[in-house]
């Protein structure tokens, strides 16, 4: 006799199954665990992007009839509950990409919760003179196309929902491939928020399985009225070619220029807490050291000191042909060097493991020293590799540096007590994030002054992204009159 289970039902059985099996498992699956979280489905998942878009509009027109209060209302709910789910998240994320530490993924999460900017930051401006009174005022753009990384998943899908609804915009999102899971468990999350604080049943949206395809659709629907894209250079690319007003939050490759002024002993330990938090995964972490010489050996001391594992040469030229490997662009033909998903956001260990390197558990990140030339310093590995360039001088250092930014004009860090020299670096590199005698995070607000964001848009401008990024400004003029002076 056939049994007619519903698909909560299907899903509950697969879970228990794949509970015996190991977690691992239960979200390398495939569909259901898009839209399906231990048998409790997500609210705001669709399986055709069309769906997800009228969706997220109905949510929009719902919101527009709400006061601010009561959209800060379902951000102080948003807050709340990632606060409590962090954990989860962060858990999921690095089941599902194999990527990245619980940890630090839990204190990101937090810092989203903490430090996300919600209706205050949009302000309206006046202007009297003469002539009368004219008002400025942030409005929402409607429907929001956002498409997240891979890299902080759920950290991009809650802090971009948190600052798009404070503007009063309703969301669809095109997650990653490989982090569906995760990052549908934020919207529904969102969601899930949004309905307790009084607000529509969906308001911010997703797919079941996004694709290349769906990312078109998205781009396409007269309903999106501004892309958001956070990730490499590949998609950012294809949002600013969409013809639609985009934000774009690309690729870094932040350089670090230590000179001989600097506290080395301190410099030494924030360079490896910033480039091992959640194992390189943050756009904004260290990727590549420039030492001027008289104090490189004792930085390195220091790095050895706080975790650093230090290979030598040949050891780094056989990892890098594990963590670097040849790609074809099915297009062009021409065959590049790519990062391995295989390497991306992975422990020390592990990848000291593949070159059969067998570490003791303090170590946390790998260290080498090498030219500039070498792949280590010019691509964006996202792993706890660090490369250290020594320099004959702070001169030499900061061109170095500036060079291996490859003018993203994203993220870079210095180390220094000498005023013209933090100056004439961050002169030189032009980049949206500057970071002084600090670990990267501090540039985020971890640990450092000022918001949080995981959507850093060096290309268009808007620099970290907040609520007042996702409006358009609208002026009101009244003429002659209202000026009460
Ligand atoms: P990725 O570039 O692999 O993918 C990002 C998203 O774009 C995914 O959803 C992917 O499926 C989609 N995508 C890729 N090509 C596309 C195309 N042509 N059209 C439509 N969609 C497309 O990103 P990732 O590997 O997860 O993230 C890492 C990259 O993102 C790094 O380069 C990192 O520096 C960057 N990043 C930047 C920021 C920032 O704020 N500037 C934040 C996080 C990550």
Same mark, same amino acid.
């Given at each position: 006799?056939?049994?007619?289970?519903?698909?909560?039902? =299907?899903?509950?059985?697969?879970?228990?199954?794949?509970?015996?099996?190991?977690?691992?498992?239960?979200?390398?699956?495939?569909?259901?665990?898009?839209?399906? $979280?231990?048998?409790?489905?997500?609210?705001?998942?669709?399986?055709?992007?069309?769906?997800?878009?009228?969706?997220? *509009?109905?949510?929009?027109?719902?919101?527009?009839?709400?006061?601010?209060?009561?959209? *800060?209302?379902?951000?102080?709910?948003?807050?709340?509950?990632?606060?409590?789910? /962090?954990?989860?998240?962060?858990?999921?994320?690095?089941?599902?990409?194999?990527?990245?530490?619980?940890?630090?993924?839990?204190?990101? @999460?937090?810092?989203? /919760?903490?430090?996300?900017?919600?209706?205050?930051?949009?302000?309206?401006?006046?202007?009297?003179? #003469? $002539?009368?009174?004219?008002?400025?005022?942030?409005?929402?753009?409607?429907?929001?196309?956002? =498409?997240?990384?891979?890299? +902080?998943?759920?950290?991009?899908?809650?802090?971009?929902?948190?600052?798009?609804?404070?503007?009063?915009?309703?969301?669809?999102?095109?997650?990653?491939?490989?982090?569906?899971?995760?990052?549908?468990?934020?919207?529904?999350?969102?969601?899930?928020?949004?309905?307790? /604080?009084?607000?529509?049943?969906?308001?911010?949206?997703?797919?079941?399985?996004?694709?290349?395809?769906?990312?078109?659709?998205?781009?396409?629907?007269?309903?999106?009225?501004?892309?958001?894209?956070?990730?490499?250079?590949?998609?950012?690319?294809?949002?600013?070619?969409?013809?639609?007003?985009?934000?774009?939050?690309?690729?870094?490759?932040?350089?670090?220029?230590?000179?001989?002024?600097?506290?080395?002993?301190?410099?030494?330990?924030?360079?490896?807490?910033?480039?091992?938090?959640?194992?390189?995964?943050?756009?904004?972490?260290?990727?590549?050291?420039?030492?001027?010489?008289?104090?490189?050996?004792?930085?390195?001391?220091?790095?050895? +000191?706080?975790?650093?594992?230090?290979?030598?040469? *040949?050891?780094?030229?056989?990892?890098?042909?594990?963590?670097?490997?040849?790609?074809?662009?099915?297009?062009?033909?021409?065959?590049?060097?790519?990062?391995?998903?295989?390497?991306?956001?992975?422990?020390?260990?592990?990848?000291?493991?593949?070159?059969?390197?067998?570490?003791? *558990?303090?170590?946390?990140?790998?260290?080498?020293?090498? #030219?500039?030339?070498?792949?280590?310093?010019? @691509?964006?590995?996202?792993?706890?590799?660090?490369? =250290?360039?020594?320099?004959?001088?702070?001169?030499? /250092?900061?061109?170095?540096?500036?060079?291996?930014? @490859?003018?993203?004009?994203?993220?870079?860090?210095?180390?220094?007590?000498?005023? #013209? +020299?933090?100056?004439?670096?961050?002169?030189?590199?032009?980049?949206?994030?500057?970071?002084?005698?600090?670990?990267?995070?501090?540039?985020?607000?971890?640990?450092?002054?000022? @918001?949080?964001?995981?959507?850093?848009?060096?290309?268009?401008?808007?620099?970290?992204?907040?609520?007042?990024?996702?409006?358009?400004?609208?002026?009101?003029?009244?003429?002659?009159?209202?000026?009460?002076?």
């Amino acid at each position: 006799m056939a049994i007619n289970w519903t698909d909560a039902q =299907i899903e509950q059985v697969v879970n228990a199954v794949i509970k015996e099996l190991g977690t691992e498992k239960r979200v390398e699956k495939d569909n259901y665990c898009s839209k399906f $979280y231990e048998g409790r489905k997500l609210i705001g998942i669709y399986d055709d992007m069309n769906d997800a878009i009228s969706a997220a *509009e109905q949510g929009y027109k719902a919101i527009r009839s709400m006061r601010v209060e009561e959209r *800060e209302k379902i951000i102080t709910e948003i807050r709340e509950l990632c606060r409590k789910e /962090a954990t989860i998240m962060a858990g999921l994320g690095v089941s599902e990409t194999k990527m990245g530490n619980v940890a630090h993924k839990t204190a990101k @999460h937090v810092l989203v /919760a903490d430090k996300t900017p919600g209706t205050q930051d949009i302000v309206s401006q006046v202007k009297t003179g #003469d $002539y009368g009174l004219t008002l400025t005022e942030m409005a929402p753009f409607g429907v929001v196309g956002s =498409i997240t990384p891979s890299t +902080n998943p759920s950290e991009t899908v809650i802090c971009n929902s948190i600052g798009m609804i404070a503007a009063g915009n309703g969301v669809v999102f095109n997650p990653h491939p490989n982090a569906i899971a995760t990052s549908n468990y934020a919207v529904d999350l969102v969601n899930r928020a949004c309905k307790k /604080a009084g607000g529509p049943e969906v308001l911010v949206a997703s797919v079941v399985k996004p694709t290349l395809d769906t990312a078109q659709t998205m781009y396409k629907h007269p309903s999106i009225r501004l892309l958001v894209c956070t990730g490499g250079p590949g998609v950012v690319k294809s949002v600013l070619s969409s013809g639609k007003k985009a934000i774009g939050a690309g690729a870094g490759n932040p350089p670090v220029v230590v000179d001989e002024t600097a506290d080395v002993v301190k410099a030494g330990k924030d360079i490896i807490d910033g480039c091992t938090f959640d194992n390189n995964l943050p756009c904004i972490a260290e990727k590549e050291v420039f030492a001027v010489n008289s104090i490189a050996d004792e930085l390195i001391r220091s790095m050895l +000191n706080s975790g650093a594992y230090k290979i030598t040469l *040949e050891q780094a030229e056989e990892l890098s042909k594990m963590v670097l490997v040849d790609t074809k662009n099915p297009k062009t033909g021409i065959i590049k060097k790519t990062v391995s998903r295989d390497c991306v956001g992975r422990d020390a260990k592990v990848l000291l493991s593949k070159i059969g390197v067998k570490a003791p *558990e303090s170590v946390r990140c790998i260290i080498c020293e090498t #030219d500039f030339e070498h792949p280590f310093v010019q @691509h964006e590995l996202m792993m706890p590799i660090l490369p =250290i360039v020594r320099c004959k001088n702070v001169d030499e /250092a900061i061109d170095l540096a500036v060079k291996a930014e @490859h003018g993203n004009r994203h993220t870079a860090h210095m180390h220094s007590k000498n005023i #013209d +020299n933090l100056t004439r670096f961050a002169r030189a590199v032009e980049t949206t994030i500057f970071v002084k005698n600090a670990p990267s995070y501090a540039g985020i607000g971890f640990g450092g002054e000022g @918001h949080t964001t995981f959507t850093i848009a060096g290309p268009t401008g808007e620099g970290l992204t907040s609520a007042r990024s996702f409006t358009r400004y609208r002026r009101c003029v009244m003429s002659d009159n209202f000026r009460i002076i």
